[in-house]
């Protein structure tokens, strides 16, 4: 019964338990289970229990939405050689 709450508590997202992304850290987890459940974990311990329900850590990608692939391939060709020092 608590680890579907618990599950429920992970959609609503870290931006619902006041953080100021839409990141989960194991130490935000941790909180916002002291928070709801009055129990207290251990990172680790917060890892152990995530993981035993099936959760599993991701990592986020590292591009941007407001990426413009074609502004950085040009970039790339055009002001990358331009700025980069020659070789000695």
């Keep these: 019964m608590q680890i579907a709450r618990l599950e429920r508590e992970l959609e609503c997202g870290p931006l619902a338990h006041g953080w100021a992304d839409q990141r989960w850290t194991l130490a935000r ?3 916002m289970i002291g928070r709801v459940f009055h129990v ?4 680790e311990g917060t890892w152990r229990l995530l993981r035993r329900h099936g ?3 991701q990592q986020p990608a590292r591009r941007a939405i407001e990426r413009d692939d ?9 002001v990358w050689p331009r700025v980069r020092a020659p070789r000695r």
């Design 29 to 31: 987890v941790k909180t």
């Design 55 to 57: 959760w599993s850590w």
């Design 40 to 43: 207290s974990y251990t990172v």
């Design 70 to 78: 074609d502004a950085v391939e040009l970039w790339r060709r055009e």
